[in-house]
T-cell receptor
Framework: GAVVSQHPSRVICKSGTSVKIECRSLDFQATTMFWYRQFPKQSLMLMATSNEGSKATYEQGVEKDKFLINHASLTLSTLTVTSAHPEDSSFYIC????????????FGPGTRLTVL | GENVEQHPSTLSVQEGDSAVIKCTYSDSASNYFPWYKQELGKGPQLIIDIRSNVGEKKDQRIAVTLNKTAKHFSLHITETQPEDSAVYFCAASRDYNTNAGKSTFGDGTTLTVKP
């Protein structure tokens, strides 16, 4: 199957700093990518849909100024957590759908963000 | 919008036994139903999926069944092994062109296989 990578896999930062997480589709082009947040022992919470060449679509309740998304190319989407605070600590996962008419999703390995 | 319910939330079986996880969905237009396995600290991995034109699909020890009339689908794992221990998520979605690729996920099932 297709491969999606994320970088970094783990990041620890101080409160008030910004952190950028990259999501790459390695062997296919993705005009759309999804960003999820996952709390311990919980399901995936969709944060936003990243669209290549246009603005991201955010889910209700997600602060677009806090979580900046840029989809600059067909293989790269970035999520920047701005002015991070301890409550932003979480597991962030991206995915990219295989656009063959159905909705097969390929997930990245996730990024563990810890804000001190 | 779509709503997916998954049961049970936790499941413990003895090695070699079978495990069954069930999901129901609400949107009759959904036509793609994948199952993901997530190990601790990792992203979900697709283990099997089924499309609305098929009632059952099998891949070695894993099988998925779909009942479109009743709007439910199930994951069956036979001859379970300790390495099957993980969190399993079901999901439902319409085709990519209809819903821009969005999926709705169940809450997950933590499967523990005891040696």
């Amino acid at each position: 199957g297709a491969v999606v990578s994320q970088h970094p896999s783990r990041v620890i930062c101080k409160s008030g700093t910004s952190v950028k997480i990259e999501c790459r589709s390695l062997d296919f082009q993705a005009t759309t990518m999804f960003w999820y947040r996952q709390f311990p022992k919980q399901s995936l919470m969709l944060m936003a849909t990243s669209n290549e060449g246009s603005k991201a679509t955010y889910e209700q309740g997600v602060e677009k100024d806090k979580f900046l998304i840029n989809h600059a190319s067909l293989t790269l989407s970035t999520l920047t957590v701005t002015s991070a605070h301890p409550e932003d600590s979480s597991f962030y996962i991206c995915s990219a759908p295989w656009t063959d008419g159905y909705n097969e999703q390929f997930f990245g390995p996730g990024t563990r963000l810890t804000v001190l | 919008g779509e709503n997916v319910e998954q049961h049970p939330s936790t499941l413990s079986v003895q090695e070699g036994d079978s495990a069954v996880i069930k999901c129901t969905y609400s949107d009759s237009a959904s036509n793609y139903f994948p199952w993901y396995k997530q190990e601790l600290g990792k992203g979900p991995q697709l283990i099997i999926d089924i499309r609305s034109n098929v009632g059952e699909k099998k891949d070695q020890r894993i099988a998925v069944t779909l009942n479109k009339t009743a709007k439910h689908f199930s994951l069956h794992i036979t001859e379970t092994q300790p390495e099957d221990s993980a969190v399993y998520f079901c999901a439902a979605s319409r085709d990519y062109n209809t819903n821009a690729g969005k999926s709705t996920f169940g809450d997950g099932t933590t499967l523990t296989v005891k040696p």
